[in-house]
Antibody, heavy 115, light 107 residues
């Protein structure tokens, strides 16, 4: 069965970086892309970006461009999402989801940014 | 960027009620629209893609319709497990954007 398993919760200081992983199983990893979505406490869903696991092409939300990098490691069927120069408003649960329509989701990774 | 709006923002309904949620895009998105259900503390669950196609395993009480800019999600007979927040998302053009959500709670 398709599964996306994300790395554990992180606590970071402002200005630091965080890298969240998303390990896929149960399907051909390079046949689908991976989307990243985040949700601040008590807020709605925010699309962050997408990567093609086939060729590594990426698309990012404009507001995060320059601070976020999404990558894949096909040998381990894992996608990564890194946010640099963290701010307090980056505190959120970060989700990976399969492809554009998000038919499968990871369990979420809580990232807390606090001094 | 394409802006997505949803109405109502919240609604109270009873078990057995028929519920309809509306999603509107600021410009035409063909039928590149998905619906998600989210319960507190849980990851979103995909319900519908391409405006009207049910994801595998999703019960047929959920249905979607629409094209262009106006879309609806209908739950034909609300059950206790359906009380949740529902989001629409367009994937016609980057950046993909979500609606603000509609919370369905118990009357």
């Amino acid at each position: 069965q398709v599964q996306l398993v994300q790395s554990g919760a992180e606590v970071k200081k402002p200005g630091a970086s965080v890298k969240v992983s998303c390990k896929a199983s149960g399907y051909s990893f390079t046949s689908y892309g991976i989307s990243w979505v985040r949700q601040a406490p008590g807020q709605g869903l925010e699309w962050m970006g997408w990567i093609s696991a086939h060729n590594g092409n990426t698309k990012y939300a404009q507001k995060l461009q320059g601070r976020v990098t999404i990558t894949t490691e096909t040998s381990t069927s894992t996608a990564y999402m890194e946010v640099r120069n963290l701010r307090s408003d980056d505190t959120a649960v970060y989700y990976c989801a399969r492809d554009w329509v998000g038919d499968y989701w990871g369990q979420g990774t809580l990232v807390i940014v606090s001094s | 960027d394409i802006q997505m709006t949803q109405s109502p923002s919240s609604l109270s309904a009873s078990v057995g009620d028929r519920v309809t949620i509306t999603c509107r895009a600021s410009q035409g998105i063909n039928n590149y629209l998905a619906w998600f259900q989210q319960k507190p503390g849980k990851a979103p669950k995909s319900l519908i893609y391409a405006a009207s196609n049910l994801q595998s395993g999703v019960p047929s009480k959920f249905s979607g319709s629409g094209s262009g800019t106006d879309f609806t999600l209908t739950i034909s007979s609300l059950q206790p497990e359906d009380f949740a927040t529902y989001y629409c998302q367009q994937y016609n053009s980057y950046p993909f954007t979500f609606g603000p959500g509609t919370t369905v709670d118990i009357k």
